[in-house]
């Protein structure tokens, strides 16, 4: 053996012996690591020593990728000990047995980002997990698979999906528990299960042997409930601790009695207390006074209590993943918490500085500086022009063609998850001689009726389900109808069918015969149009025809973060296409509150790559002339505006009785 052989042999081993040692090192540093609760001391145990945590929320999948650390930063140099964050299952199972872990929904390193900078953990797995998130984090490719199932019990149809789901789901956070070295302290079991009506004690005992086969013995398992022995009552099982959520209190014996009533030795925990509160579509913007906010918070922590709360959500109009609640009494969430400690741009708030300071009295704080706020760029005014209404775009839009039916299918039935969908009808028969009554009353959730491309009016689940019309032999219906999101959270989640969900009538008549279109906005481009069909939309009144508008904004430099303010538009679907296709958010000014949509850094590319500034209004385009055909890129959020009515429902008559052809 040569001097060289045996040099590289002796490396080899040296080598070896080191990789075995840290190993040895790492495992015994597992073993050593644990997290228990001390009934007798009232507290939670970690690594043996007696541990209370603060926590705030954040939510991965509303905040973009590239700036996962920024947030999770400003949260640990707020004082925080962890975060806590839902796992949504239709995010990541959007079609059956189809799993995306990647970019923006690899949470796994998401956990470990939290990790590296500080923080550690509180998992909220599901399979239920409220959030403000379209269907409360349920794939809609159930409804398809089972009309019928009943959500959140021992359903057959129910449990197969949520087994499959959580034995893909467990097994990645197993690694990452804290006992394994990982900063998972906890993973929750359901969510709020107490507030919902089938109160199945067999399937709440299912999930938790769910985890625990996944997890292993020492995984610490906990419920969060309304504070009230009502919730708690059905919301709890035996081997996942109870946890309680309030909001404001000057009282916290009194709100934590109902957790003592079920847990009356071990750690007090509010794990969802509310800095702020969501706002909902046509309501003024929610607030909670700061020093009402920041004396209940002192209370609590004073009293020993382990607490979460509501940090920050942000980014809730990605796309089309808005929170989602369209019923009388659950309107659609714009955005969330824009009244939290961190806005949805990451920007500190009053609040921020408020939580920190009353942190400082129980614990001291990172020797870290408060990370700045992003910086914000007015890019100013985008002409747009008019580039298609969304029959022109119908091939762009649906490819594959129509679907034909006997009666119309729901959007579910048809395998169309979020967005819209046009359902397409030719009139036979006689001519009727005196108007006659169109009957949309299944519509859910929002509809625009067109004969011929011009627009006739305006449905909705809550208004508006009928309108006389004298139509022709041979005209052609459109009805293009929005899924304003699943029902997230109540009982009428198990009534949640989107689309026409039944028969369409016309002078009490059902019609017959529907080519039905499921769209994709995402795959509008300006060049994917061959030709210009018409220099503009039909125009009915003051509302216009469902249409495509295109604007250019260049970018010299690097690009900052921006607000997009479109106050002068109708209501609709923004995108913006540079290296990619960004699906903004949905907008809706002269609802509110909110008006101006928060445009990420990553969204925007610089010169010379050109950023296309797509609008899908739906009601009315504010394009009578050039100078007003534009949106504007400024550098101030705007979600306070007052709601208010646009000029299309001020002149009713001009759709109830007014017909024009083309």
Known sequence: M???????????????CIVCLLSACQLSQAQNRTFEIDYLGNTFVKDGKAFRYVSGSIHYMRVPKEYWRDRLEKMYAAGLDAIQFYIPWNYHEPEIGQYNFEGQRDFVQFIKLAQEVGLLVLIRAGPYICGEWEFGGFPAWLLKENPKMVLRKMDP???????????????????LMYENGGPILMVQIENEYGSFYTCDHDYMAHLRDK????????????TTDGSGDGFLKCGTVPGAYVTVDFGNSFNPQKSFQPQRDYEPFGPLVNSEFYPGWLDHWGYPHSTVNLDV???????????GANVNMYMFEGGT??????????????AVPTSYDYDAPLTEAGDITDKYIAIRQVISKYKQLPSMPIPKNTTKTAYGKVEMSFMATVQD?????????PIKSQYP??????????????????LLGDTPSEPKTLDLSGVRDRAYLMINQVPQGIFDRNGQKTMNLTLKVNETIDILVENMGHIGFGSEMNNNSKGLISNV??????????????LTVENFKPSSLSGIYRDKPFRNGNLTTPSFYVGKLHVPKEPSDTFLDMSAWGKGQNLIMSSSMINVGRYWPYVGPQVRLYVPKPFLAPSPTINYIIMFELEQAPCDTADKCTVEFVDQALINAAPHKPNFEREETVFSRKRISV
């Not at 985890?211 to 906990?222: K, S, T």
């Not at 039935?413 to 030719?426: D, E, K, N, P, S």
Request: hydrophobic residues 45%; positive net charge.
């Open 157 to 175: 149809t129910y449990i197969k999906y949520v087994d499959t789901w959580m034995d893909k789901l467990l097994p990645m956070l197993t690694p």
């Open 211 to 222: 985890a625990r086969e996944h997890l292993g013995p020492r995984a610490l398992l906990y």
């Open 505 to 518: 009538t016309f002078g009490g008549s059902i019609l017959t015969g529907w080519s039905i279109f499921p």
């Open 393 to 401: 775009a119908l091939q762009t839009l649906c490819p594959k063609g």
């Open 2 to 16: 040569t001097e060289k052989m045996a040099a590289t042999r002796r490396w080899i081993f040296l080598s070896c």
């Open 317 to 330: 109009n990605f796309g089309f993943w808005n929170g989602a609640n369209y019923a009388p009494y659950q």
């Open 409 to 426: 299918l729901t959007m579910e039935a048809i395998g169309q998850w979020q967005g819209f969908v046009l359902y397409r009808h030719t």
């Open 293 to 303: 906010f920041s004396k209940a918070l002192d209370l609590l922590l004073d009293y």
